[in-house]
Every structure is written in structure tokens, then in C-alpha cells.
């Protein structure tokens, strides 16, 4: 026998539950513009029947319905397609981190236009020449400081912007550390909450909304991929570390690494291990600041010192108007004291290395001659030393171009004498100094005898830079050596004060003995002018039309590669958010014909409440009274 | 995806709004630019290329200016040289009539006059001067006076005349770059201009059990020559005759000393490098004043005159009254100077027509490569104007849509 008041209960389950469903329709509304809300909804379902096969049950046929019960409310989302959106927000991230900083450092160039270093070398090219053809002019020579001047002004200032670059990279890296460092402790905190109502049996929906936005966030800052595969810990990894597990999390932290100019390395605060990410914005960053920037400076470096040293080497040859000469064109700020590149590297006071950037053999060579000799040469590079061979058929030519393609950080050419010059070439390896030859060591007879560099084969006449003086190991009559730049050249690169103060002393003709062939001679300069179009080696260019043409077809791609995946990426995020837009979005449609259903069930309960009171009221007040 | 939130219609949009912007605003900033380069990426082999385009076009505007220069120098060299010419043959007409034997020893003296001032005139021609205050043929010294005059006393006059004419300048050549690795020369030393025998060098010391003691380096007329130690003495001819000048080194049979000769008209330019001590050891060069043209060893025989020596030669013969000797060695003196002089006309008349070569073609190449430069950089305008068209047209009907589609929801309806 059922109780008297089931039907009013029912009732009342059903006004309760079509109360909730309205409240929840409302909600949705009202959280229709919010960014990443997914449209709950309320699951109704039938109360339990009476009666269930127990001992205690009624026998009357069954089973009772007893109305509806609001069973869940629970969020409509994919969880499929969360997991695609976080794995691929990443790539937004990066690319947009990577096209914006590109196209600073593209901008930087100022090609293809008028006032670009390239445009200020051809003046300062262009003004030699000038001073070829007039050479014991005053004004000619005038003109040949103040290009010097604009040009390395000019380098000086692409310096700064370059650095200026990384610097702001720099801040945005720590930014953003801090950035995911906040979003991580706010996931876990989030984690604990979720976990707590979860234990209660709740659906915390707007939680859970609140912790996916937290997460989309960070998917794009760096590389997660998310795993509920333990109910009780949400766990969030990156680079096989986890970051969030539960409500234990651990965060990223700056540390500053002295071997990278003192910009800082990301590590975990736990372990203290470096981070590695290898997508979203952090990452891109990184590779910004390490990789992009740090190349372009070290191009623009490796540009500015063979330069200088080129027509430094020519200049002092030269002879001025007063028959000197023996006086570079350009220096750099600070000078560098010890004339025999010896630096204390550890620093603890006392010469433990040598720098120098470049060695000129004592003997003069002929490109198209035959070595004759047989051997292999022992070159620095990156990863250790590379081994170059070399047979009695080759010509010096050759092995200079084996020389130079081998992935070794020493370029080799013949100098205007010529002469063999090696030069040292960018370290990619932070910890290794830019423009330093770190070792030299020849089992034949090249180096030793033919070239005029080394006193002995074998590693007992090895060359090596880990040692004070160690120019004192090269052949004596006749090698001649420059000693290294101590930071960035292009950072302090500056015409000679000397010649700025009196322009006469500007070389311009050739002699020999320390006699000029005089004033009215403008070899020298010629020979200057001449370096624009002569085949003379940076790097792996031929000549200055190559590099700067490789410089700017080289960042230009880099941008273009930039910008097309950021193209890519922002279609690829669109069509996976807008299809879970779709999916999860509120339509206010949608929700009103839900509220007028839910409404009219309402009044319809309402009703039934009505009717089973009218009844009720039958039984008490008309009954036996 | 059929289901369409609401928020879905109004995040399309203005995805695409504002993707259109952006394209609008890139064409505006390049129409103002007139470039289609705006970044690097927008095309970034068209930008490298422009790079090599554009040096290349400066490169060439200072080619073409060194060609002016170089035409303008030769151009006042050869105005100075054509006086000469007609100096010269002045003197050749008073040669003439003064080797038939029909004039008098008085008429003699006047036309000696009239050479000795053509000949001082010839002096002035020799110390010409350009625009700019240098000297033309002087070598490379510029600011020194090429040819010093030394008074002394003529028989058969009275009074001073200029007895020798030294030259002070140097052997140098200026160089200009007139196109790409080729250079041209744009002064002639007087040495060279102004000299009108083959010069010899007849050294008196005997050289055949001379050897070289240590690798030393000689330099004729501005080439160097390596000497080995050990080498004797024909070894150094050798090397000599093998060597680019225009110079002859023999051995005379009587004295077994080395005899040096020109195989053009011109001043023999020796020096010993570095501290060696060859030539003057072999005797041509002299131990005292080691720089040239005045170092020749005093013991050493020198034969062969410059113009002006030839000049003062018939002035002499002239005053003195020799009509033999005016028309023997007279008028071959003269005739000598004027081919040299002719000569070096004619380099400058083929030098300047090889400039007008270079120029023209320095002109049709800087017309090409800007050609391809404005190819790869300009925009056209007109593409770029009906892209704008098509953009903004999109974008106005972009902007109805939208309008449209976000006007009415069921709320409206609802009463």
C-alpha cells in the first residue's frame, strides 16, 4: 500500500527537478559569452520504482513509478577533442612566439633599401676608390673617415638592436616562466578542490571549466599532454617531466648561466635539471634567443672582424701622406693589452689561454700549385676535432676548400701576398669563445714546412690555445698573427682615433722596405676598394655580395617559414575550437525552447500537484465528516 | 558540424575580418612604398637578389666615374703632349735649314736662340701641371717639380744655359679601377714620355767569377726579380731577360761585365732591395746614392739621351755652328723624340677610345640591372590597386553579412 501523500511527493521531486533544469538553462545563458564554458545539462531520470523484489514488498503489481530525479548535471564536452586542442596549441604558440620575434630581426636589416650596413659598406668601399684615384688629397681622405665612421656606427648600431632583441626575449622568457609557473600552482590548486567535491559525489562543472582554461593556457606556453587516466590525480607532463600531479605540482625557474653572456637557463626547481621543451611559446623563445638572435650577432661578428681585420691588414702596409705606415684603420674598444693574446680564462689571476684569431704562414704560395705532400690536418670544431686529409696531387686551392667545408672553426685563404691565413670562426658551442683558433696540428709537412705556420708535425708541434703564450710555439721568421676580439666587435668597432685626428695619415699608396712609392700612388687603397669584389672568405660565403645576399635570403626564409605555419597553426586551432565551439557552445535557441519545456513541465507538475491536492482534500475534509 | 553556437557566427567573422584587414593594410603599406618587398619574407630571393642588384649598380655609377677621371686626366696629358709635338717639330724645321750648309755661322746663332727657347719651352711642357696643382709627369710625386734644370756654361756663348735637365719624379703609376678587376693607368712618368734613345748601361767590373751570396731581390723598372744565393752572373741574366721589362741584360764579351739595355725608349729605373747589394756590387748601380734614375755607378759607361738632351744637343751644334752635326745627330735626335713623343699619344688615343668602350657598356649594363632590380623589388601598381578593389569590396560585404546574420534571436519572438 503506497503512503497518502506519494503523489505530492512525486509532485514535488518533479517540481524540484524541473526548478533545477531551468536554473541550469539559465546559467547557461547567462554564461553564453563567457570564453571556454561548456553548456551543462541536467539529466533527469526516473526515481527508483516501487516496489523492488525485498521482503518487505507490497503485493500489488509493479512497479510504481515514483517520478523524476535529477540525476547529474553534467558538462557537454569532448574529452577527445580537449585532448587534440591541447596537443596542438602548442605549435600556436610557438609559431607565434617565433614569427613576431622573426620579424623584429628582419627588420633590423633595413634591406632591400638605402640605409642597411650593407649600403653604408658600398659608401665606405665607394670612398677608397675615390681615394685611389686622388690619392694625395686631404678631402678624399676626409671623406674615407667619416664613411669609416658611418659604417661602424652603422655595425655598432645593428649590434645594439640585435641585442636589444635578445634582451627583450630575455624578458619575455622570464615572463613567461613566471607565467606557467603561476598557471601550474593554480592547476594543482584547482586539482584539490576538483578532488575534494568529486569525493562527494558532485560534478564541480564550473571548476573543471576553470581548470581547462587554466590548462589551454598553458598549452600554449609549452608542451603538455594531460592524462586522467587516475581519477583521483589529473596528472600534466611535459618533456617526461610532471608537472602537475594531483595537487602536487613542479614549476620552472630561472637560473643564470654565466657561459651564455648571463642570460638564464631554465631549470626545475626540484631537481634543478634543465628544462627542455620542445613546443609552445617558451621553446620558441628559447631557440629565439639561443639559436636566432644569437646567430645573427655571431654572423654580424664573424662580418665585422674578417672586415676589419682585412683592410687592418692591408692599411698597414700602406703608406700616408708623411711616407709611414704601420697604422690599422680601424680598432676596437677596449683594447686588448696583451699583444700576445694571452686572457685568464678561469680567472684566477694568472694567463691560462691564448686568443688569437688569426695566423698568416710565413711563406708565400701559389693557388694552383701541387702540395706534393701527404698528411692530415687536426682542426677545432664544434663536437671535438675533425680530421682533414690531405695528398701530394691537391692543390693548395683545394685544400683550402677542404679546409673550409669541413666543419672545422677555421676558414683558410690565401691573403693578398699570398700568404696562408687561418682564421678562427664562430664557436656554435656557448662555452667555447667566438673568433679563437683553439688548436692546430699537422702530420705532414703543410703547416710546417710549405705553409710556414707550425715548427713541427705531429702533436709535439701542435698548436693549442690552452696555454699562456702559445704563439711562441709557431715557426719564428715571419708568421704573423692577430690577436682575438675580447667581446663582440661589432659591439665597438671604431675608426682609428689616430687617423680621425690627422687625416693625412690615411694610407693610400703601396711601398716596399718601408718606402713609400709615393704620395701620388694609390695602391693601397686600391687594394682596399678591391676586397668588395674579391673571392675573400667569411664563413662559408665567397665574397661580400654572397654573404649579405645568403643574410637576407636566410632570415627572409626563416620569416616566410614563420609566418606560413603560424598561418597553418591558426587554421588548424581554429577548425578544432570552432568544432568544439560547436560541440560545448551555448545557443541561446537552444535554450530558450529548453526553458519552455522545462518551463510548461513545471506547470504541468504544478497542475498534477494540484489535482492530487483536490483529491487529498476529498479524502480529509469530505470523508466521514 | 552542424550544431552552431551562438557565440560561432560572431568568433567566424571576425576571424575573417580581420584577416582581411591585415591583407588590406599590407597592400596599402606597399603601395606607399611603391615596393613589393615590405619584410624580407614576403619574398625572400627577390630580396636577396635585390641586394646584389642594387651593389652592383653603385658599383658601376663609380665605375663611370672613374672613367670621367680617367678620360679628364688623359685628355690635359695629351693637350700638353700635342704642344710638344709641335715644339718639336719647330725644332726639326730650324734642323733642316740649318744642315744645308747654306747659312752662316750668324743665322746658325739666331736659329740656336730660337731652339734654346723652345726648348726651354719643352722644360715647361715637361713640368706641366693639372687642374688640381699636381704635376702630370711626375710619377707618383705628385707634388714634385719633374724635371730640375742645372745652368752651366755652352762653348761657342756666353752667358748660362741650361746644361742638364734631371728628372726627380718616380716611375710610379696611378691606378684607377674602370671595371670590374680591371685597372688602368692614368699618368705617364716623364721618363718614359720624355725619353728619346734606347739607354745602355755599360757596367766596368768584371763579373765572371762574381756569384750572389745571399737570396736577395733586384727591381727593374718596377718589377721584382728573386736572386738566388750561388747564382752567377749569367744566371742573372737569365732571370733578367726572362723577367716582364723592357730591358736586355747582356754580358760584353770584351770586359765580361753585365751591359743592361732598354728595348724601348726609356730611363732605366735599378734598385737593390731589402739590403742586397747586387747591382751595385756588379757595378751599375753606385754604393753612394742608391735611389734612381741617378744611381748608376760613376765607373759605369750610360749612353742614351732623354728630349731634352737631344734638344740642348742641336742647340748646341747650332750655336757652335755645326752643320754636320746638326744634320746628323741634330736632326736624329729630334726625329727620336718625336716618335716617343708620338708614341705615347698613341697610347693615349687607345686608352681613351678603350674608355669610351667601357663607358658605353658601364651604361647598357646599369640599364639592365636595374631592369631586373625593379622586376624583382617595384610593384605594379595597377595589380596592386585592383587587389585593394577586390579586398574591400570582400570586406563591405563581409561587414553586411555579419550584420544580417546576428539580428534576430527567438527571444525576439518570445512574448
Redesign the interface.
Known sequence: MQSTFAGVELGKRGIIAHQQALQTAGHNVSN??VEGYSRQRVEMGATDPLYFPQLNRENTPGQIGQGVDVQRIARTKDELLEGRIVAEDNQQGYWEARDKY??ML??V?N??GDS?V??LM??F??SW?EL??????IAARKAVLQRGQALAEGIQDRFSRLKGIRDSVEGDIQGTVKQVSDLVSGIAGLNEQISKSQALGDMPNDLLDRRDNLIGQLSSLVDITVSSRDPDEMVVASGGVRLVQGRLFEAPAMVVDPDNEGYSRVVWTDSGKDARFRGGKLAALLELRDIDARGEIQDLDMMTVNFTDMVNEIHRGGYDLSGANGRDFFVEYPFINNISGNYDRSGDGEYDSTYVFRITGANALTAKDQVGLRGSLTLPSAGGDVQVEYFPTDTVEDLMSRINLSGSEVTARLNSEGRLSLKGSPASDPRNPDFVIRGLSDSGQFLVGYAGILRKSGPDGAYTWEKADATRDLRENGVGFSVAPLSHPSGWIVVNPKLSADPGAVAA?SG??GIS???????AA?AI??L??RPVMLGQASGF?AF???Q?????????E??KSLDTAKLVM?DL???R?????????EE??NM?TFQRGYAAIARFVNTFDEMLDTVINRMGV | MKRISSQLPGMDSSYNMRLREWEMSQETNKMGTQSRIKDLRDDPLAAARSTRYQSEIFRMERYGKNVSTAQGTMAVAEGNLMQAVDVLQRMRELAVQGATGTVDPAQMGYMGEEVDQLFRELVNIGNARAEDGSYLFSGTQPRTEPFRTTAGHVPGTGGDRITQVDYLGNNGTRLAEVSEGSTMGLNMPGHTVFWAEQQQVYSTTDASSYRVQADSRIRLDGTEIDLRAGDNVYAIIARINDADVALKAELDPVSSSLMLRTTQPHQVWAEDLAGGTVLQDLGILDKESPRPPQNFAKSARVFGGSVFDMAMHLRDALLEGNAEKVGGSGIRGIDDSLQSVTTALAEIGSKDSRLEGIAKRISSETAEVTGFDSEDRGLDLAESITRLRMLEFGHEAALAASARVMQKTLLDYLR
Do not use: C, H
Open positions: 553564453a559569452s622573426i620579424l628582419e627588420q636589416y634591406e632591400p642597411s650593407r649600403n658600398d659608401k668601399w665607394d676608390q685611389s684615384v686622388r690619392p694625395s688629397e699608396a716596399s722596405s712609392d709615393g704620395i701620388g700612388d694609390g695602391g686600391l676598394a678591391q668588395r669584389t655580395d649579405f645576399a645568403a637576407t635570403a636566410d632570415i627572409g626564409l626563416r620569416g616566410e614563420a609566418a581554429k575550437k570552432d568544432l565551439e560547436s560541440f560545448s557552445g551555448v545557443n541561446i535557441d530558450m525552447t519552455i
